[in-house]
């Protein structure tokens, strides 16, 4: 049973630093979820915390395109997606950069390098709860479809929707109702409504069906958020606004 709303840690594997932000919010119930990167430095420390602190069956995995060393040689060779040095190269989130459409070497490409990921954190015995992405990159339509699909081959139940507490432009917000839509039609939106904390209160009040993300950090000993508020003190206004 989702436990909603979901407060959900992203880049759990990033790094031991962020492993331990993350496995705090667990241990202080500021969280109830994360997502896993299985390319990163901290993979291997992420799926120790995963079974010491028993938080295994609340783990998703965080698809990865645009930080560190791919897991595939089709996608080091990708010079769309990586440097000469087999390197994934930094990709934001701003339409200018998205993969809207892929050539068939590119997809081919994207898919074994997600079908990896996927593949290294069942391995590690991980089910996962749920696929999201570093930046958003799974909300890109080519990569999407590609994500929907190996959801549906591993079974996995659920992919984060398309940010969807703003009001953006016209034509982003077609493209937002469209992505969402078809994860609905899929059964695999994980909630009605998604975006991190600052764009949820005021919607806490009156639907709870809503995954909240949050960025964990070590900042002189203490977990705080993006921006370095303390995730303790975003807790404690989400909970103001249920």
């Known amino acids: 049973m989702t436990e909603y709303p979901i407060i959900n840690a ?19 119930g500021w969280i109830n979820s994360a997502s896993l990167m299985a390319n990163l430095s901290g993979f291997n420390d992420a799926c ?11 783990i998703g995995v965080h698809l990865n395109l645009s930080e560190g060393k791919p897991l595939t040689q089709p996608m080091a060779e990708c010079k769309r997606f990586c440097d000469q040095d087999g390197m994934f190269r930094f990709r934001s989130a701003s339409a200018r950069d998205a993969a809207y459409h892929l050539t068939a070497l590119e997809r081919a490409a994207v898919r074994e390098e997600l079908d990896a990921q996927i593949q290294v954190c069942v391995k ?33 139940p659920a992919i984060r929707i398309m940010r969807n507490c703003k009001k953006p432009g016209l034509a982003k917000r077609l493209y937002r109702d469209m992505y969402n839509a078809r994860l609905r039609r899929s059964a695999l939106a994980r909630s009605r409504y998604f975006g991190a904390a600052d764009e949820m209160r005021a919607i806490l009040g009156d639907c709870q069906d809503v995954e909240i993300m949050v960025h964990p950090q070590l900042k002189d000993g203490v977990v705080v958020d993006d921006g370095g ?9 989400l909970q103001q606004s249920v």
């Open 229 to 237: 508020v303390p995730l303790e003190q975003v807790f404690s206004s």
């Open 124 to 156: 590690r015995g991980l089910e996962p709860t749920h696929l999201d992405s570093h930046l958003h990159q799974h909300t890109e339509w080519a990569i999407g479809t590609i994500v929907l699909q190996l959801a549906q081959k591993y079974g996995v």
């Open 10 to 28: 992203d880049d759990f594997g990033m790094s031991a630093s962020v492993n331990q932000a993350i496995a705090t919010s667990f241990n202080n």
């Open 48 to 58: 120790r915390l995963m079974e010491s602190e028993k938080i295994k069956g609340r």
